[in-house]
């Protein structure tokens, strides 16, 4: 193990470093630490200039009550959500039939195709930002949901097809031979050989594809307008507007809008690290 | 095939065409869909937009063929040179993420009683949106109350406007980006500090290598592939900054903290007017200077699959 292991350094360097880990900690989150501490403060506090003192009173309900009453953040939020989750959804559906695909059949166009959809996952937005708009106008989606959502899941689809082909590319390749022995149609060895082995690198693909969709800003800017489709990123900047220096609720609002991500990190932590680092470091 | 003459009790049943050439067939039906949305919303639009960057189209009337007059306007385009410099400075400087990640995964990389929990929180700013951490720099800067004034007058300095500064903003950016950008590279250099070969560190302690001989000659060659990916990671990062600019300063002041991306998306889609084409000139800009990376990503990897 590198560094030397702790346990095995001097007395006075392990409680240094006993020491420093915290102080270390709390430096790097002080930011976020410091809109913690915003979000629970009275609007009077910010009136009479005491930014960085204790709270004069703990207004943490009530200001984070307010967000979910009196503005549209209930409705991004929702919107948020219905537009990850098919998106999700979408994404696993179509990137575990590509994977598949190109994991285990041998044919000509099969590396081709593959970095085809490895650059285009690389593309900067703004080389599809106009054609794409025009298309989701054409279509009569755009300022809706699904607009967003059948962009979403073509773009990541990129992203998904690296993923799952290089996991499956892993699995032993003995199996899908021994079902092929026994005469298995090939739809069936995806369903049911490879799709339950599959599990893990889908669970892990499903966080980070959450966290990468529910994030976008960009895309919800460019495809959508109101509080009717407007996802929770693209909300917030109306309801800065709104709120205007009333910095306690709009770090209420910051931090309501970027908890479902943080929420879903804690819970899947061991698929979400295998996700971010799968195919590349293992 | 020959025609049995005595008809049998069972004839065999001639297969389907899909059946005979089920091996041929069934990757290509599995890919359809999947090739079919990357088309229509990725490969199609990336020519459209290089064919849409030699018309002059405001989105709404007839698209005017002005051949190359686009790029002509861009090569005497203040504001596209600025876009372009700041560019430039955040390449170079979002990359000082790969040796930060580094240096905080080797700190944490340790087994005292709640590193785990230690690793998590560190990682915490990477999956925040960037729009909350550009609102959060944003206040962290403020010339009035922001946390870093506030510092800085404890030791007797500033106050400093950093987001309103043409000199400083780009820079005050590209700090707030590097916030999530370390914890995502750390993550990296954690996993892959954990598939070092332990037995390679033991052989080079009775060597006599410790720090930084040892970092350099016997673990960075074991972490490659992870600063691979860091640094694939990091150059896509950088030039699809976006968010952050527009959420911090939308680019001011006077244009100043501009990049392509965020140019291109004002040229065509703000209420500066709507100029598609040279919006699309600018993305096509963007792209090509994307693309001499991607070919290097593709490179490395068509390398690696070669190896296998």
């Known amino acids: 193990m590198f560094p030397t292991p702790i346990e095995k350094t001097s007395r006075p360097w392990q409680l240094t470093y006993q020491g420093l880990l915290p102080l270390a900690l709390i430096m790097w989150l002080l930011p976020l630490i410091a809109v913690a501490i915003f979000s629970v403060k009275p609007a009077a506090d910010f009136t009479t200039g005491n930014y960085w003192g204790a709270p004069s009173s703990f207004e943490g309900i009530a200001n984070y009550m307010a967000v979910f009453t009196q503005s549209d953040m209930p409705r991004y939020l929702l919107n948020s959500f219905l537009i990850t989750i098919p998106t999700v959804v979408g994404c696993i559906v179509l990137s575990s039939m590509t994977g598949f695909a190109l994991g285990i059949y041998r044919f000509k166009s099969n590396l081709l195709i593959f970095f085809m959809f490895v650059a285009g996952n690389f593309v900067p937005f703004q080389i599809l930002m106009i054609p794409v708009r025009d298309l989701t106008l054409n279509l009569g989606l755009y300022d809706t949901k699904m607009g967003l959502v059948l962009f979403h899941i073509a773009f990541q689809t990129g992203f998904c097809t690296l993923f799952m082909r290089n996991f499956i590319r892993a699995l032993p390749f003995e199996l899908i031979e021994a079902a092929r022995v026994e005469g298995i149609a090939e739809w069936r060895i995806y369903w049911f050989v490879v799709l339950p082995l599959m599990k893990p690198a889908l669970a892990a693909m499903a966080v980070l594809v959450f966290t990468f969709i529910w994030n976008d800003y960009f895309w919800a800017v460019v495809l959508t307008q109101g509080p009717s489709a407007q996802p929770v990123t693209a909300g917030i900047t109306s309801f800065n507007a709104q709120f205007g220096v009333a910095y306690h609720m709009l770090s209420a609002g910051s931090i309501v809008a970027a908890l479902p991500p943080v929420a879903m990190f804690f819970l899947m932590q061991k698929h979400f690290i295998a996700g971010l680092t799968l195919g590349a470091v293992k | ?308």
Not at chain 2, 155 to 166: E, Q, Y
Not at chain 2, 210 to 226: D, E, S, T, V, Y
Request: charged fraction near 10%.
């Open chain 2, 1 to 308: 095939m020959t025609v049995a003459t005595v008809p049998d009790m069972n004839p065999p049943r001639r297969k389907s065409f899909y059946k005979r050439n089920e091996i041929a067939l069934t990757p290509w039906l599995f890919l359809a869909p999947g090739i079919l949305f990357f088309a229509i919303y990725v490969i199609i639009p990336i020519f459209q937009s290089f064919n849409l960057s030699l018309y002059a189209w405001d989105g709404l009337g007839e698209a005017r063929y002005v051949g190359i007059a686009n790029y002509q306007e861009l090569m005497t385009d203040r504001a596209f040179e600025v876009s372009l410099w700041n560019n430039v400075k955040w390449l170079a400087f979002y990359l000082l993420a790969i040796p930060a990640g580094l240096f905080i995964a080797l700190f944490l990389n340790q087994t005292v009683v709640g590193i785990r929990l230690y690793k998590s929180l560190f990682f915490f700013p990477f999956v925040i949106s960037q729009v909350v951490v550009g609102l959060v720099f944003a206040w962290f800067y403020n010339p009035s109350f922001g946390l870093l004034n506030t510092i800085l007058g404890w030791v007797g300095l500033g106050p400093i406007n950093v987001l309103g500064d043409p000199t400083m903003v780009t820079y005050g950016i590209i700090a707030a980006g590097l916030w999530p950008q370390t914890a995502y590279c750390m993550i990296l250099y954690l996993t892959g500090l954990n598939a070092v070969d332990p037995e390679q560190i033991e052989a080079g302690r009775l060597d006599g290598a410790k720090g930084f001989r040892m970092l350099w000659h016997i673990i960075l060659p074991q972490l490659k592939p992870a600063t691979f990916i860091c640094f694939v990671v990091t150059i896509i990062g950088a030039l699809r900054s976006f968010d952050l600019i527009s959420i911090m300063t939308n680019g001011g002041p006077f244009g100043s903290s501009r990049v392509l991306s965020f140019y291109m998306f004002e040229k065509a889609l703000s209420e500066y007017g709507f100029r598609m084409g040279y919006g699309a000139a600018i993305a096509v800009v963007l792209f090509l200077i994307m693309l001499v990376f991607i070919a290097y990503f593709l490179f490395s990897m068509f390398r690696e699959e070669r190896g296998h």
